[in-house]
């Protein structure tokens, strides 16, 4: 059997750290998150010389190991629990080149800990552009390590990492500053009181209640001649502590790196100067921005088609060579059309992510912070909360735990109460359906009406949940200061490996996640729709037969008829029939009515729940998109999605709290149930007014 | 396939679908929480 060891990835932010882990373990990785609670954990194999599998564990980017958020916790109880179950065998360090002296903090903190250590040098290929010189050898001898100089982008230095890795053995495990020199009396007295224990391993744990607040001191206080110090005293310690590893660092770098400035290229502050510009750099966010929905829309269209006539024949042919009864029925009415109104999505869903990533992988996404954090201060937010609201146009849920490292409650508080507004991937079907039939195909200046149509509700998103912070800001009665402090990472060609990866990740994570209630709920549906109570239901053929006995209709036609009365007589119609009075205001019928009932499960249920809804009693082999289009409004003929009642329906779509797992996770982050309520009951009420009056004015 | 079969096939997938849902937004068991660095039960920490 081959042995598996485990490796820590650990590193600051932007150093690559994930290119490493996905260079080690290609798609060998899943993504889940850690125990109790919701930060994201990566985790891969990867195959090392030797017949030695390694289990690669990527932990969320830290400066250091003094913990200021639970991002930053998760690397350091990791590191201080041996008992662990991904306790590592040995901690790979990755660090830019760029960067490295401000990045060897968190690799001297680590080494600290007696736990073996590696470190990885990163972005090597930049190293000419940077006039930057390095003596590993020299490096390896002072930081007592072993060094693996590598690239990432070029594939270079990973067979040697994995080399490095499978001799973690012989890897030093010599700490690179003695503890007790921050403060020899200090760390004399907590040496005699636990003598058994490492001393900076005490330590950390004392100062991560200072930092954090989560460890419990307890344990360590009431022990005989040991009394721990005041919080300011530690963080006068801390202090102590970080300048004697900048000590340690300095004295390293000064030989073992040589940066000739004279050899350096810099494009990026001609870059910066131009895209974080206090007008071009709006000008230029908009015409990306622009770019990107006129893409989603003329890049996906041919996959979407061939998938909505797909689907539609996959259903057809199901219903023709099975036999007749309730399980075929179910089948080809009930999950194929609600599997179909997920799937069609995939191809914009994948393109959106797609320029997300590249956006993210290109340094760019850091300057939209930075330009965007001068709006958001005027409405009463953080520079930080620009990263949930854009995030948030994925999904909401990752978008309001990202919420976390606000400091202000008062400004998490209110970030966590608007993002919701951010149209997320969840509403981009029913956008793109309902676009797609009221909104005319033609173009101005090249772009069309369809894709303005969708960016314009992305920004009507982005704007209400702007203008909400503005107001929640004037009425929450809460004192709180905070600060913004954003790195900007060097601008980058972005990997494809890493942009596949994200890609393939997101557009899984939807379809698997989604899929999966898609498919229940459609399967609900197709029952409740085919099966009714009572008289008018279950004698559906003779009534309908009986009513145009006179009127001689073609068998099609009498099908159809009897197809029709028995589905408003199931038990769908019923319920539909009974919420119709609230929403024929809004210009809705019934069918649409039970859509956004059961599309409050997700947003994305609505097309698979209209899907499945027409297909039941049609025989007819047709698309989701026909089958809407072909849909006549009850009450004042003429087809059922109008102008107005679908810019009534997007605007619904806009505002409604149309998801239950936000509201679960609203409750789970303000421990509360009274935001989560106000939040459904105001923007649910937000939307059903919208909607009325777009639909009145319109009509 | 007779009309027994399919039944006990449809029927079968429904309460499938109900069982999901059920799990998935009314009733969710809950995780055993894991024992983290802190909790004073002896996780080498300290």
Known sequence: MSKQINVALIGNPNTGKT??????????????????????????????????KAHIIDLP???????????????????????????????????????????????????????????VINMADRMRYKGISLDINYLEDKLNTKIALISTRKNEGIDKLKQLISNYKEVSVAPCINTTQIDSVYFGNLKKAFPNQLLYKLWLVITQDVNFGKTDRNKIDPVAN????????????????TIKRYQFINNALDK???????????????????????????????????????????????????????????????????PNGAFTSLLAEGIIPGLGGIVIFIPQIAFLFLFIAILEESGYMSRVVFLMDRIMRRFGLSGKSVVPLISGTACAIPAIMATRNIESWKERLITILVTPFTTCAARLPVYLIIIALVIPEGRILGLSYQALTLMLLYLIGFGTAIVSAYILNKILKIK???FFVIEMPNYKLPLFKNVAITVIEKTKSFVFGA??????????????????????????????????????????????????????????????????????????????????????????????????????????????????AGE???????PLFTFASGISLLLFYAFAMQCMSTLAIVKRETNSWKWPILQLVIMTAFAYIVALIAFQVLK | MNT????????????????????????????????????????GCH
Not at chain 1, 109 to 119: G, R, V, Y
Not at chain 1, 226 to 241: I, N, P, V, W, Y
Request: net charge positive; hydrophobic share 40%.
């Open chain 1, 19 to 52: 290119s490493v882990f996905n260079a080690l373990t290609g798609l060998n990785q899943k993504v889940g998150n850690y125990p109790g609670i919701t930060v994201e954990k990566k985790q891969g194999i990867c195959k090392l010389p030797r017949g030695v």
């Open chain 1, 61 to 119: 980017g830290t400066y250091s190991l003094n913990a200021s958020s639970l991002d930053e916790n998760v690397v350091i109880e990791l590191l201080l629990n041996k008992n662990d179950k991904d306790f590592p065998d040995i901690a790979v360090v990755v660090t830019d080149v760029e960067n490295l002296k401000r990045n060897l903090l968190l690799f001297t903190q680590i080494k600290d800990l007696e736990i073996p250590t590696l470190l």
């Open chain 1, 226 to 241: 040991f009394k721990t110090k005041s919080k300011g005293d530690l963080k006068r310690l801390q202090q102590k502590e």
């Open chain 1, 256 to 322: 073992g790196q040589t940066i000739d400035l004279s050899q350096a290229k810099d494009l990026r502050i001609k870059l910066d100067r131009v895209l974080t510009h206090k007008v071009w750099g709006y000008v230029i966010f908009a015409v990306i921005l622009l770019t990107i929905f006129q893409a989603i829309y003329d890049w996906s269209s041919v996959p979407m088609d061939f998938i909505d006539s797909a689907f539609a024949s996959l259903s057809e042919w199901t219903k023709n060579q099975l």
């Open chain 1, 480 to 482: 709180s200061k905070t």
């Open chain 1, 515 to 628: 899929g999966k209630i898609i498919l229940a709920i459609s399967i609900i549906l197709w029952f409740l729709a085919s099966y009714g109570p009572g008289k008018q239901f279950n004698d559906a053929e003779n009534i309908i037969k009986t009513e145009f006995a006179s009127k001689n209709l073609s068998s099609e036609n009498l099908q159809q008829k009897i197809a029709s009365h028995k589905l408003e007589h199931s038990f769908i119609g019923i319920a539909g029939h009974a919420i119709e009075p609230t929403i024929r205001p809004l210009g809705y019928d019934w069918k649409i009515g039970i859509a956004i009932v059961s599309s409050f499960a997700a947003r994305e249920v609505f097309v698979g729940t209209l899907a499945t809804i027409y297909s039941v009693g049609s025989d007819q082999e047709e698309t989701i998109k026909n089958r809407m």
């Open chain 1, 632 to 638: 006549v409004n009850p009450i004042l003929g003429g």
């Open chain 2, 4 to 43: 027994v079969l399919q039944n006990i096939l449809a029927f079968t997938t429904l309460a499938l679908a109900l069982a999901f849902i059920v799990r998935k937004f009314i009733w969710k068991p809950k995780k055993k929480s894991t024992k983290a660095c802190g909790s004073g039960d002896g996780c």
